[in-house]
């Protein structure tokens, strides 16, 4: 499912959508056994048109079995089970990504291939992502609703992008909120002022009502959408910033796992998805890797 740019601040391209999609809905044969779905950027303005808050459907990713099935129906041989599980670890649940992803799949040859080039870094991802899809009902590249939206909460909110910027190379399952707390601030505390909270919370609250995120309030933690993260990397194009928080996340983790000793078990098992992921990025700067080196001795 593709969203429709409804909230384009260009009058001439609002004007040409809409014209566009009323002329769609009026050929009664398109739709003449099924609905239309329209969708949007945001919960509130979702809510804004939807009588029944019920009614109004939020953004999730395809289970792992779906994507799968999605990947060996378009791939058949090409895709072996470990390829196909990487591809669904690393793509995310996203069809349109998956689409395009196996599209390309057919030029590298293999699945094993074209995750080993995707993998390697994040040029890249974002090469193969902003090439157009090769199936005819996919107009643009994968990424390009996603810039819009981060665009758009850039001008909305510097500091709720700040909060993005700050879980780009935290793994995204499971983001603990204490964790990016300190991250963002560089002070570990366990009782923070109450202001600093209720800003916090409308940060979060802000991704969430973009889809960015979805808070688990009884984990007290959130989950970010693996495309999103991905798409965000890519995004942020200045690669000092990059440099800057992969070796804030690294300080911050090094901090939290000194000693490789028995007893810190229960730490490390919580921090480890997140070591894994700033891991596979070498920092440049010299203060950065040495933390860097002394994390995976001791995660090791």
């Not at 395809?62 to 099935?69: H, K, P, T, V």
């Not at 590249?141 to 993005?164: G, N, V, Y």
Request: one cysteine or more; aromatic letters at 8%; hydrophobic letters at 40%.
């Amino acid at each position: 499912m593709e969203r429709l740019g409804l909230e384009s601040k260009s009058t001439g391209g609002h004007r040409q959508l809409m014209v566009t999609l009323t002329k769609w809905l009026s050929d009664g044969s398109k739709v003449k056994h099924g609905s239309v779905i329209f969708t949007c950027r945001r919960k509130d303005v979702a809510f804004s048109v939807v009588k029944n808050r019920k009614k109004a459907i939020g953004v999730e990713e395809l289970s792992r079995e779906n994507c799968l099935e999605i990947l060996h129906d378009h791939l058949g041989n090409l895709c072996d089970e470990e390829s196909a599980e990487g591809l669904v670890k690393n793509l995310g649940g996203v069809p349109s990504i998956l689409l395009q992803a196996a599209n390309k799949i057919h030029e590298f040859g293999s699945a094993k291939r074209y995750l080993a080039f995707y993998t390697a870094n994040d040029d890249n991802r974002g090469r193969l992502l902003r090439q157009r899809r090769g199936i005819s009902q996919y107009l643009s590249s994968s990424p390009i609703p996603w810039e819009e939206d981060f665009q758009a909460l850039f001008e909305e909110d510097f500091h709720a992008i700040a909060l993005l910027k700050s879980l780009m190379y935290l793994n995204s399952d499971s983001i603990s909120k204490p964790l990016v707390r300190e991250l963002k601030s560089g002070v570990e505390s366990t009782k923070w002022p109450l202001e600093e909270d209720l800003e916090f919370a409308q940060h979060v609250a802000l991704l969430e009502n973009y889809f960015f995120v979805r808070s688990r309030v009884e984990q007290d933690d959130f989950f970010l959408h693996r495309a999103v993260q991905t798409c965000f990397r890519i995004w942020v194009t200045d690669t000092s910033v990059h440099e800057f928080t992969h070796g804030q996340t690294v300080r911050m983790l090094h901090s939290k796992f000194r000693e490789a000793e028995f007893c810190e078990w229960p730490i490390c098992r919580i921090l480890l998805p997140h070591i894994e992921m700033v891991a596979i990025r070498r920092p440049q700067l010299r203060e950065n890797l040495q933390d860097w080196c002394s994390l995976l001795i001791n995660g090791a």
